[in-house]
Nanobody, 124 residues
Framework: QVQLVESGGGLVQAGGSLRLSCAVS????????AGWFRQSPGKEREFVSA????????VYADSMKGRITISRDNAKNTVYLQMNSLKPEDTAVYYC?????????????????WGQGTQVTVSS
């Protein structure tokens, strides 16, 4: 129902910044939630951030809180993740996901649509 395409990943030095983008298309609902997750080899997919499409309410994982900002542009149907002060441990594949039901969950299983992921590598 919802298609998502991430972009903006790449290689950055520790302390640097990246802005990830997620283009959203297809059927969405007024209360749907767009979220970001990340996954490193051998680790479970973990929640990073989420935003409600209607009100713009945001939530952040403690591990990155204060260093990231999630936002959305309704006109462009795009959600962004601005990441600053990046650390080597932030290295992962970052995924954009959508929950059309507005469950306000941080569990991957509750997000029905996923992008292909974009690699973020932070060097020391």
């Amino acid at each position: 129902q919802v298609q998502l395409v991430e972009s903006g990943g790449g290689l950055v030095q520790a302390g640097g910044s990246l802005r990830l983008s997620c283009a959203v298309s297809g059927r969405t609902f007024s209360n749907y939630i767009a979220g970001w997750f990340r996954q490193s080899p051998g680790k479970e997919r973990e929640f990073v951030s989420a935003i409600t499409w209607d009100s713009g309410s945001t939530v952040y994982a403690d591990s990155m809180k204060g260093r990231i900002t999630i936002s959305r542009d309704n006109a462009k149907n795009t959600v962004y993740l601005q990441m600053n002060s990046l650390k080597p441990e932030d290295t992962a594949v970052y995924y954009c996901a959508a929950d059309p039901n507005g469950y306000r969950s941080t569990r991957p299983r509750d997000f029905g649509s996923w992008g292909q992921g974009t690699q973020v590598t932070v060097s020391s």
